[in-house]
Antibody, heavy 124, light 106 residues
Framework: QVQLQESGPGLVKPSQTLSLTCTVSGGSISSGSFYWSWIRQPAGKGLEWIGRIYISGSTNYNPSLKSRVTISLDTSKNQFSLKLSSVTAADTAVYYC????????????????WGKGTTVTVSS | SYELTQPPSVSVSPGQTASITCSGDNLGEKYACWYQQKSGQSPVLVIYQDRKRPSGIPERFSGSNSGNTATLTISGTQAMDEADYYCQAWDSSTVVFGGGTKLTVL
């Protein structure tokens, strides 16, 4: 049973870079055909997809965040990471990592395993 | 950019059928999926590829997608089904979420 766990600083200062890591257990991040995503949710609000990465290193990002986002893989540690630069209070949210199967049928993408989430507050 | 629209809230009595809609331009030409998020928990996939249920999801959860609307149907709704529900689609190499619907079981 694959499990995901987010980790990183809970407090980040404005204008700095938010850095989070997702550790995958119960399976290898390199095996199978999966995308690895980051999603966030401000308190009391809906879900916002940040981006995803494939084992090949190929990435897709939310256009609204693309200029500030980098997602990377570390297969030796079975982890993938998120960096979000120039953060403001609007980036305060619960950040989730998730796994999504490489679609076999059709133009689609969904996420079948999620981490428990980690709260990041942007404040001086 | 592509948008998905959900009603903010839906109410249902225990044992009755709840229907939650998700509207988007020609959504029926894409695949839709649905997530359930209970208070303080992370989202759980309940429907993918319009109508398929992941292992462990009760049969009372079903989905459909046609025209401009995808629908999540919960038959014989139970108190444990009270949660926020989000639809999601894939468009222009981007994940798009609906705004979410709060399902209240009265």
């Amino acid at each position: 049973q694959v499990q995901l766990q987010e980790s990183g600083p809970g407090l980040v200062k404005p204008s700095q870079t938010l850095s989070l890591t997702c550790t995958v257990s119960g399976g290898s991040i390199s095996s199978g055909s999966f995308y690895w995503s980051w999603i966030r949710q401000p308190a009391g609000k809906g879900l916002e997809w940040i981006g995803r990465i494939y084992i090949s290193g190929s990435t897709n990002y939310n256009p609204s965040l693309k200029s500030r986002v980098t997602i990377s893989l570390d297969t030796s540690k079975n982890q993938f990471s998120l960096k979000l630069s120039s953060v403001t209070a609007a980036d305060t949210a619960v950040y989730y990592c998730a796994r999504g199967p490489d679609p076999i049928a059709g133009y689609q993408f969904y996420m079948d395993v999620w981490g428990k989430g980690t709260t990041v507050t942007v404040s001086s | 950019s592509y948008e998905l629209t959900q009603p903010p809230s839906v109410s249902v009595s225990p044992g009755q059928t709840a229907s939650i809609t998700c509207s988007g331009d020609n959504l029926g030409e894409k695949y839709a999926c649905w997530y359930q998020q209970k208070s303080g928990q992370s989202p759980v996939l309940v429907i993918y590829q319009d109508r398929k249920r992941p292992s462990g999801i009760p049969e009372r959860f079903s989905g459909s997608n046609s025209g401009n609307t995808a629908t999540l149907t919960i038959s014989g709704t139970q108190a444990m089904d009270e949660a926020d529900y989000y639809c999601q689609a894939w468009d222009s190499s981007t994940v798009v979420f609906g705004g979410g619907t709060k399902l209240t079981v009265l």
